[in-house]
């Protein structure tokens, strides 16, 4: 069994994540298995075939190797081949109403076009063979290097044509060219006809009689041929030429065609045929085979192959008139084509059966899932016994990967992806397999290994801190870093505790201390039921810079207030699809704002004309005394049906987001704050779908509206400006108000893999600033609305752009990570 | 007034006596209809004399004036009692500033209101300007308007236009009567205006004009007293206004907290919050939801599915 040919009809789904848990946003990479080995060996017990068949295979040749290599399209057929070479049982049938594909001409059909191009490379003076020779050459050279010395010349004289049989059965004979000669006609057939698969002799390869009457004995029943010889003829550089001498095989024309599947039915039985019967006894026996074949028809399953193939085919059929061996090739690479286009890569024809009478039966073994099994394997690849239940994985597996329905690739890789989002398993794979019980049939099986459950760290980091007169000094090298610990996948169920402490300066944490302790569990409603909420709970802390506390331009120093959150909450989330939710919850929490120095602060500060500070700015709390405790109700629906087109974000997205303050906390805060989120990523040209298509040039519109009804402290009034509001001002630069609405387009442009953008951006008040308790707009001497626009390009991850602001009317190069939309 | 030192009225027996004796009658008016504090406040734009005409009322120079600079940087209140009555003039900063009315000027008037006389009433308002500005323009409307949005469209019945630097030669064309009557009058239109009071509620605002001479230099009768072109006394004249507007029968605009801290958007709606949180619920929420079942129907299934 060929390794190089393994990975591919294996489905090498393989999903490794090193370091899934600190990245879980990434997207599920699914890669190529880095050892095929381990999934090659369960193949092997199955071949159910003579070993005379497999031996000749070609695909050990190098050209083999190097078609692979150069035409990814005949991966697929190639890939699948070889597992049909286990799952079909050559039927020898001698009837003529059996034709068979399986076996030695499946296998060889595997080599595709690479079999042929290699043959006519390897010939010296090739017909056709320029642009394969040209290709293969350095192959054929090095092959040639290696066995030079290990064959033996004929011994015989030269331009004289030898029996098989003549041949010395002690020699190992150098073959320099194969013909194929067709009896009919009476003419040699081209390196590229459809024959040269089917022999897994190659021009340049050393054989001993064995091999080549092996050869012929697999032309002579494979079915191809009525009648096929393998004639020898010595060349006066010690090689042999050889001729194969053939009669196709032909039936009658046929104008209908049928598939079916016959997956995990039996396959037909050649009845060894007497060859003392009587002319009524043959004839008695043809009828039952007839009838045995019918039953057959009628048994099997339909297949999937849609109409406009089947009509596609029927065409060819149509245009032969005769129907001839190679036709049916032709067929069934057309077949199997379609199948493995769309990812039955375990479909494979494996015969054509009542030939000659004017109907051609196409039978396919589809693929069917007779069995699903979900395996957990130790570190060491050892089959263990699994801490998570089975419904969790069950419940990611796509529907297509149960039992009974045919494999397909794609939704293979569908379940490796949710598998892997689960971000619970360290190693994914998902192979089918052949069923050795049940012919045809394809053992699902899915492989994971399993994250530590516990697990805790602790990282540190060093960060210089400026000091005095801004110069880093020794004394202010604080160590600072995370201590967190996680315990994944509770109960088997996916339920996780985690928890986390950051600071920056261990030495002296009150500074600075952030924690966060989450409790995640999901399946809420169990997890049979396809409804998929997520209860979270979690206790938590943030300290954030407010900028609603920020100059507007010409304003040197604003003091900062700082906003420290820490609370509870717990929240349901309903995942409706991949990208759209709703979330619902409560939260309480104590915010605290603090000024620079880390003392409470009730009031921003602000700078006075005389230079000095006064404390007697904006309130920053609700409750005046710098500390507000509040409840309420969070609700967050998100619809999102963006996607990638060739790497360009097209759909649209809308997000309404609402606080319901419930009267409960400091003063009794009851208020209504609420968002909405429009954007519209508009594709401005048609474009074809696929890899390396260009991507469609965009037109984003977005919109924003904010705005609070009731209660409204400092740290939760809208603020504008920024690069996520209003781009080429800062954080909060426009103003801070109670109704906020922000408009924004953008249009972009792909150009090679990035895209470059032109952008207008504009954000205003709506004239609710001075409804702001303390104005704290006005008192920042703010505009309370500004525009902006702007050019940018993507580089990378990294957004780069020039944005003009229009109140001052200067512009400024900024560099950004992430996306504004 | 806790906190504050209220000094006796004595800079009263300076006045000549026939000013003297008119204030104590007026002052003896006001007892008498029992009312024994009078809260004035001054404002207008910057430099126009809000200060002089405070210690030309007073009679003793209670506040600094320098001729150039923005004179008071904050609020100052001066109170002054006699024989059990009280007369508080708060005296404020100018309240252009840049070209701009300054929001931060009348916070701090607010908020030094609100420390000082919260509860308590304003009964007048001088709102000064100069005789000798030929015309108003768009900022003395928003001075007006700022005015008006901070205390309301109500201190209009407790506001007195006063004319500061009235002894003035008008042009040649007109005689000093008609110059006064046309710039009050101009004065009135852009108060009206600035304040949003219609023509028709116009009867109802009867802002009467005072006329005032701070100046050294200003002419005097036989009695000492200053005295306006005119000829009448100029500061019993105001302290008549005064009297007769505190009695007027409008009541005071009383300083409260929403005074102070502006209308309370904090509690603006709030009883709609749960008609909101219906239709948010019903017209949001609910058509989001929709639509996500829209694109998961929509969904575009790959071919194998």
């Not at chain 1, 019980?437 to 960060?463: F, R, Y």
């Amino acid at each position: 069994m060929s390794s190089s040919a393994a990975p591919a009809h294996l489905l090498p789904l393989t999903s490794s994540t090193a370091s899934r848990r600190r990245n879980s946003s990434a997207t599920a990479s699914v890669s190529r298995l880095h050892s095929p080995n381990s999934i090659v060996q369960p193949n092997l017990p199955s071949v159910a075939v003579s070993a005379s068949l497999q031996n000749p295979k070609p695909s050990k040749s190098p050209p083999f190797l190097l078609n692979y290599l150069i035409s990814p399209k005949s991966l697929g057929p190639c890939a699948a081949s070889c597992i049909l070479f286990h799952l079909a049982k050559p039927v020898f049938s001698g009837s003529g109403t059996i034709f068979n594909l399986g076996g030695g001409g499946g296998g060889g059909g595997g080599g595709g076009a690479g079999g042929g191009g290699g043959g006519g490379g390897g010939s010296d003076g090739g017909q056709g063979g320029g642009f394969w020779s040209r290709i293969f050459s350095p192959a054929a050279i090095a092959k040639d290097d290696e066995p030079q010395q290990e064959w033996d010349t004929h011994g015989l004289p030269a331009n004289i044509v030898v029996q098989l049989n003549k041949l010395s059965g002690f020699k190992k004979y150098k073959v320099s060219e194969i013909l194929f000669l067709d009896r009919r006609r009476g003419s040699t057939v081209g390196t590229e006809d459809s024959f040269f698969e089917m022999v897994s002799l190659r021009p340049g390869g050393i054989y001993n009689k064995a091999q080549l009457q092996k050869e012929l004995e697999t032309l002579a029943t494979c079915g191809m041929f009525e009648k096929v010889d393998l004639e020898t003829k010595t060349n006066p550089d010690g090689t042999i030429s050889i001729t194969i001498p053939f009669l196709e095989s032909t039936w009658q024309s046929a104008d209908r065609f049928r598939c079916i599947n016959v997956g995990l039915m039996p396959q037909s039985k050649p009845i060894e045929m007497d060859p003392d019967m009587t002319e009524k006894e043959r004839l008695e026996y043809y009828r039952s085979q007839e009838k045995d074949y019918r039953r057959r028809i009628e048994r099997s399953r339909p297949c999937l192959l849609p109409i406009a193939v089947q009509r596609e085919i029927l065409q060819m059929l149509r245009q032969q008139g005769k129907v001839s061996a190679r036709l049916l090739q032709r067929i069934r690479d057309r077949v199997q084509q379609w199948y493995h286009e769309n990812g039955y890569a375990c479909a494979q024809v494996v015969n054509f059966g009542n030939l000659n009478t004017k109907e051609v039966v196409c039978e396919v073994v589809e693929g069917d899932i007779t069995q699903l099994v979900i395996q957990f394997q130790d570190k060491l690849g050892n089959t263990c016994e699994g801490n998570t239940q089975f419904p969790v994985i069950k419940r990611e597996l796509p529907k297509q990967l149960r039992q009974g329905q045919v494999f397909n690739i794609e939704a293979g890789k569908q379940a490796l992806r949710n598998i892997n989002s689960l971000a619970l398993f360290s190693n994914i794979e998902v192979n089918p397999r052949p069923d050795e019980k049940n012919e045809g049939g394809i053992i699902v099986e899915v492989k994971l290994k399993e994250l530590e459950q516990k697990s805790a760290e602790v990282s540190t980091e060093w960060s210089i801190v400026p000091g005095r007169g801004g110069r880093p000094t020794l004394a202010s090298i604080q160590p600072g870093g995370t201590v967190s610990f996680e315990h994944r996948n509770i109960k088997g169920l996916n339920r996780s505790l985690l928890g986390s402490v950051t600071t920056s300066n261990f030495l002296n944490p009150q500074d600075d201390l952030a924690f966060k302790l989450e409790y995640v569990h999901p399946y809420l409603d169990g997890v049979y039921n396809p409804r998929n909420r997520t209860f979270r709970a979690s206790c938590f802390n943030s300290r954030k810079l407010s900028p609603v506390f920020t100059g507007g331009p010409g304003i040197e120093e604003v003091p900062p207030i700082w906003v420290d959150r820490a609370g509870v909450k717990a929240n349901i989330t309903e995942n409706f699809t991949r990208q759209s939710k709703f979330t619902y919850g409560l939260v309480m929490e104590e915010i605290t704002t603090r000024d620079e120095s880390s003392h409470i602060a009730a009031n921003g500060q602000r700078v006075l004309p005389s230079g000095g500070v006064s404390a007697d700015g904006p309130p920053t709390t609700l409750s005046g005394t710098g500390v507000d405790r509040m409840a309420f109700l969070q609700a967050n629906i998100t619809r999102d049906n963006t996607k990638f087109l060739n790497g360009a974000i097209v759909g649209e997205r809308n997000v309404f987001q609402l606080d319901q303050g419930l009267g409960i906390g400091s003063k009794f805060p009851f208020f209504n704050r609420h968002q909405l989120t429009v954007t519209r990523f508009l594709q401005l040209k048609q474009v074809e779908e696929g890899a390396g298509k260009p991507p469609p040039p965009v037109l984003v519109l977005h919109g924003h509206y904010g705005g609070c009804v009731g209660d409204l402290p400092s740290y939760d009034a809208f603020t504008l400006g920024g690069p996520y509001s209003v781009r080429g001002y800062n954080m909060g630069e426009l103003g801070a108000a109670r109704n906020i609405l922000e408009l924004a387009a953008e249009l972009r442009i792909p150009i090679r893999n990035t895209h470059v953008y032109v952008f207008a951006e504009h954000g205003n008040d709506l004239g609710s600033s001075k409804d702001v308790k303390g104005n704290p707009t006005e008192v920042y001497r703010r505009v309370g609305h500004g525009s902006s626009y702007g050019v940018g390009a993507k580089l990378g991850l990294v957004r780069a752009e020039y944005a003009v602001d229009q109140n001052s009317g200067t512009g400024a190069v900024f560099f950004r990570f992430g996306e504004r939309f | 007034m806790a906190g504050q030192l209220v000094k006796e009225w004595t800079a009263i027996q300076q006045f000549p006596a026939a000013t003297q004796e008119k204030l104590v009658d007026l002052l003896g008016k006001l007892k008498s209809q029992n009312v024994d504090t009078l809260t004035i406040l001054v404002m207008g734009k910057g430099g126009v004399g809000k200060s002089s005409t405070v210690n030309s009322v007073i009679g003793e120079r209670v506040v600094t004036v320098s001729a150039f600079q923005s004179e008071t940087p904050r609020p100052v209140m001066v109170s002054r009692s006699r024989s059990g009555f009280t007369l508080n003039i708060i005296d404020t900063p100018g309240l252009v500033e840049g070209g701009y009315v300054s929001g931060q000027v009348l916070d701090t008037i607010k908020s030094f209101l609100g420390r000082l006389l919260l509860t308590k009433t304003i009964d007048v308002l001088l709102y000064v300007d100069r005789l000798d500005s030929y015309r108003v323009d768009d900022l003395d409307k928003q001075v007006v308007q700022a005015i008006t949005d901070s205390f309301g469209k109500e201190i209009w019945h407790k506001a007195i236009a006063v004319l500061t630097h009235a002894q003035l030669s008008p042009p040649d064309t007109l005689s000093y009567v008609e110059f006064f009557s046309k710039r009050s009058e101009s004065l009135l239109k852009c108060i009206r205006q600035g304040a949003r009071i219609s023509k028709r509620d116009a009867q109802n605002f009867a802002i009467p004009v005072a006329l005032v001479e701070n100046s050294g230099r200003c002419n005097k009768n036989e009695g000492d007293e200053k005295i306006l072109p005119t000829g009448t006394p100029w500061i019993p004249n105001l302290v008549q206004t005064i009297t007769g507007l505190a009695l007027n029968g409008k009541g005071g605009i009383v300083i409260d907290q929403k005074l102070i801290e502006g209308p309370n958007a904090n509690d603006r709606g709030k009883l709609f919050i749960p008609l909101i949180l219906a239709l948010q619920y019903l017209f949001v929420i609910k058509p989001i939801q929709k639509r996500i079942k829209d694109d998961v129907a929509r969904e575009t299934r790959p071919s194998w599915a």
